[in-house]
């Protein structure tokens, strides 16, 4: 049975989700390089101190509804059917998840705000060199999560690693691609990630030509 939040933690999550709205919401209009905690802090009426409460530095709130994002394909990949191999589980886990993270995301900031900040993190040095180190730890936990679906130690066997950086290439570059797009809205990623992740196999043949 599951309990509700108590008053207190309902408060400190609407708290929470203030600061990343705000955050968000400057980062994306006037840079994240010129923006300051302060800032953040007093447009939500709080201190700096109760910032960093929630957010150990201002990097961590421009990427706190991302992890959310990540969190849930994690979840969704570890609920795969144990018969699907790791490209289809991986596939299937991500594309379940752009289906119903909409609504998730709208809960903490609208998603029209989400999708401005994944793409000016594309623009700002200083997020791109943490998004990539980002990345890095999150292609360990998935190859960890492969690996144990597979029955396979991740430190001993290649594959694991080998399969989700081709993955991860193919998430870089839909990423990337999408941000250029004239279309910024959960459909058009998710569409373009499908059709990206259908032509790995292809793509990794020994040979492309007839």
Same mark, same amino acid.
């Given at each position: 049975?599951?309990?509700?939040?108590?008053?207190?933690?309902?408060?400190?999550?609407?708290?929470?989700?203030?600061?990343?709205?705000?955050?968000?919401?400057?980062?994306?209009?006037?840079?994240?390089?010129?923006?300051?905690?302060?800032?953040?802090?007093?447009?939500?009426? @709080? %201190?700096?101190?109760? &910032? &960093?409460?929630?957010?150990?530095?201002?990097?961590?709130?421009? =990427?706190?509804?991302?992890?959310? @994002?990540?969190?849930? &394909?994690?979840?969704? *990949? %570890?609920?795969?059917?144990?018969?699907?191999?790791? =490209?289809?589980?991986?596939?299937?886990? @991500?594309?379940? +998840?752009?289906?119903?993270?909409?609504? %998730?995301?709208?809960?903490?900031?609208?998603?029209?705000?989400? *999708?401005?900040?994944?793409?000016?993190?594309?623009?700002?040095?200083?997020?791109?060199? @943490?998004?990539? $180190?980002?990345?890095?730890?999150?292609?360990?936990?998935?190859?960890?999560?492969?690996?144990?679906?597979?029955?396979?130690?991740?430190?001993?066997?290649? !594959?694991? $690693?080998?399969?989700?950086?081709? =993955?991860?290439?193919?998430?870089?570059?839909?990423?990337?691609?999408?941000?250029?797009?004239?279309?910024?809205? *959960?459909?058009?990623?998710?569409?373009?990630?499908? !059709?990206?992740?259908?032509?790995?196999?292809? +793509?990794?043949?020994?040979?492309? !030509?007839?």
């Amino acid at each position: 049975m599951t309990t509700a939040p108590g008053l207190r933690e309902r408060k400190k999550q609407r708290t929470r989700d203030a600061l990343i709205r705000v955050a968000l919401e400057l980062f994306t209009t006037q840079g994240f390089e010129q923006t300051t905690v302060d800032e953040i802090a007093d447009a939500v009426d @709080v %201190s700096q101190r109760t &910032f &960093f409460r929630y957010f150990a530095a201002k990097e961590d709130v421009a =990427f706190a509804v991302q992890q959310m @994002v990540e969190e849930r &394909f994690v979840r969704a *990949l %570890s609920e795969r059917p144990p018969e699907e191999g790791p =490209f289809d589980a991986m596939r299937n886990a @991500v594309l379940s +998840a752009w289906d119903t993270i909409g609504e %998730s995301i709208e809960e903490v900031v609208p998603v029209e705000l989400y *999708l401005r900040t994944f793409q000016s993190i594309e623009s700002t040095p200083a997020l791109l060199a @943490v998004h990539l $180190r980002r990345t890095t730890e999150m292609e360990e936990t998935i190859a960890a999560v492969i690996a144990e679906r597979e029955g396979l130690d991740v430190d001993a066997d290649p !594959r694991p $690693r080998i399969a989700v950086a081709a =993955f991860s290439g193919v998430m870089r570059v839909t990423g990337q691609l999408w941000g250029r797009s004239e279309d910024p809205t *959960l459909d058009s990623i998710r569409a373009l990630t499908e !059709r990206y992740l259908d032509q790995l196999g292809a +793509a990794l043949a020994p040979r492309w !030509r007839a």
